[in-house]
């Protein structure tokens, strides 16, 4: 099952990085279906092909393990960066200051990712539920750097005059609710589509529409 989702036939042959994706990517799919607490670094090393001192000589414990993960996700190049510091349509929109398609591409790109990598979706939820540091360490790190770039692009608009004025923080409450349940729903809960089946450009766009046509001065047409 979980050996089959990875091909170890030349895991004696990888070199030291690549044997530590390997580990990374096995570890994300078990604590993503078992928990933290309930996968083992035994079992982490079995499904990925190598022994258990391997996988402590890349990562002292399982919790620098787990640590290791989020800094995966958060690392592109060698370097730190967020989905929206290179998402070119959104950069736009910000220069045109145009409010539809801010939130669009916003929306969008949350989706594709939240879609794109389901084990971490799960991952995230485990942690949360089993109050690990890891959950704390996200939101720390990445979800209050989400509130104040949207909460930032909102005041800016407020003082435009294009936005009503209500606290930015409560807008991006909305729009992120929005956004994160849909994703929830279709990970967790409705996998099948059963409630509502859509993609993810028409959940962006119809999101994008709701939330504007809540704080714009004047209603989208």
């Known amino acids: 099952m979980i ?3 990875f091909n ?4 004696g042959r990888m070199t030291g990085d690549k044997r530590r994706e390997q580990i990374l990517r096995t570890a994300v799919n078990l604590f993503s279906h078992r928990g933290f607490s ?11 092909g190598v022994s258990e001192a391997m996988v402590f000589r890349h990562f002292s414990t399982k919790d620098a393990l ?5 800094e995966s996700k958060k690392c592109q190049d060698g370097l730190h960066q967020f989905p929206w510091e290179t998402n070119a349509e959104l950069q736009k929109a910000i220069n045109d200051k145009n409010d539809r398609d801010f939130f669009y591409h916003f929306g969008l790109d949350a989706l594709n990712n939240h879609q794109a990598d389901v084990g ?3 991952l995230l939820f485990y942690s949360a ?3 690990h540091e890891l959950a704390e360490r996200f939101f720390g790190e990445f979800v209050t750097q989400i509130y104040d770039f949207l909460s930032h692009y909102i005041e800016t608009r407020q003082r435009d005059g294009a936005m009503r004025e209500i606290n930015p923080r409560i807008v991006v409450r909305s729009f992120l609710g929005m956004l994160i349940h849909h994703s929830l729903n279709n990970i967790l809960w409705d996998k099948n589509r059963r409630l509502l089946r859509i993609t993810n450009e028409e959940a ?3 999101f994008a529409d709701i939330l504007l046509n809540g ?5 989208l047409r």
């Open 38 to 48: 309930g996968t083992t670094t035994k079992e982490i090393a079995r499904a990925s």
């Open 129 to 131: 539920l089993e109050e």
């Open 8 to 11: 170890c036939d030349h895991i």
């Open 3 to 5: 050996k089959d989702l």
């Open 66 to 70: 787990y640590g290791a993960i989020l």
């Open 120 to 122: 971490f979706m799960r």
């Open 204 to 206: 962006a766009s119809n």
């Open 215 to 219: 704080v714009l001065k004047q209603r």
